[in-house]
């Protein structure tokens, strides 16, 4: 009898804790869906398969902050080309980065060479996914699991944190505006392929601007670590349904 009251017990226990586990599933998901309205709907996040964006703004390098300037190229779900110049101590360095999908490329002062370092590779991949908020419809369902990070202050605002989980790949953390559910921070465990070790990378959204019928980035910063890293102004941006993998070859 005594057995028999325990297994009752820990199944009365047992699901209770999965009734939890289900309704915070679903306030996170509920955030996410409020998160797609807040950058300009489902329909609109999926209008646009490609874009193509100007920066400037400067990025930190041996200790010192040097000028950048340039143009990024995107194509869902895996393709980019990132070409721009360095100014490092006056000398102008044309540098260019390739994703395909499966390749990639870098050419520093015109000199190319294949990325063959699968964690770099991986690491692509996944800011990718990471940084385009049309992949929020896709964490509502399986594989993806969500976790609460919880509520904390990003940039002086109250922010509500959502961890996505995926086997195989890094956790990603989101943070949404509380008040406009605009994403104002990720942050994530990235590689640097020069130091050949991990560090943590937050990307802070610093300001929004409206572009095709979406909430699209006009200012973000990058941290590694803590410091300093990426501060870059998108001066110029514009969607397209389609662009031709020509601009995705080998540079």
């Known amino acids: 009898m005594f057995r028999l009251r325990t297994l009752a017990i820990a199944g009365c226990i047992l699901a209770a804790t999965a009734g939890l586990v289900r309704a915070q599933d679903d306030e996170l998901k509920a955030v996410l869906k409020k998160a797609i309205a807040a950058h300009g709907g489902e329909k609109n996040l999926t209008k646009f398969g ?3 964006s100007k920066f400037k703004g400067t990025i930190e390098l041996n200790g010192k902050a040097r000028d950048i300037a340039g143009e990024i190229t995107l194509l869902k779900p ?3 080309k990132n070409a721009m110049t360095l100014d490092y101590d006056g000398q102008q360095v ?3 980065i390739v994703y395909n999908g499966k390749k990639m490329w870098k050419s520093i002062d015109n000199r190319t060479v294949e990325v063959k370092d699968e964690k770099e590779l991986a690491q692509m991949r996944e800011s990718l996914q990471a940084d385009d908020p049309g992949s929020f419809r896709d964490y509502l369902k399986a594989p993806y699991e969500l976790a609460a990070v919880g509520e ?3 940039m002086d605002q109250p922010a509500i944190g959502i961890r996505v989980s995926k086997k195989g790949q890094r956790d990603v953390s989101y943070f949404f505006d ?4 605009l994403l104002v ?3 994530m465990r990235a590689y640097d392929p020069d ?3 991990e560090f943590t990378q937050e990307k802070f959204f610093v300001r929004y601007r409206d572009t095709d019928g979406l909430k699209s980035p006009a200012r973000f910063v990058i941290h590694k670590d803590g410091k300093a890293f990426l501060d870059l102004e998108v ?3 514009k969607g397209y349904q389609k662009l031709d993998d020509s601009n995705f070859a080998m540079p």
């Open 50 to 52: 490609g874009a193509i």
């Open 78 to 80: 895996d393709k980019m």
């Open 94 to 96: 044309p540098v260019v």
């Open 152 to 154: 904390v202050k990003i």
């Open 178 to 181: 509380k008040k406009t559910h």
């Open 185 to 187: 921070k990720t942050e």
């Open 195 to 197: 130091a050949g070790q």
């Open 235 to 237: 001066t110029e941006s």
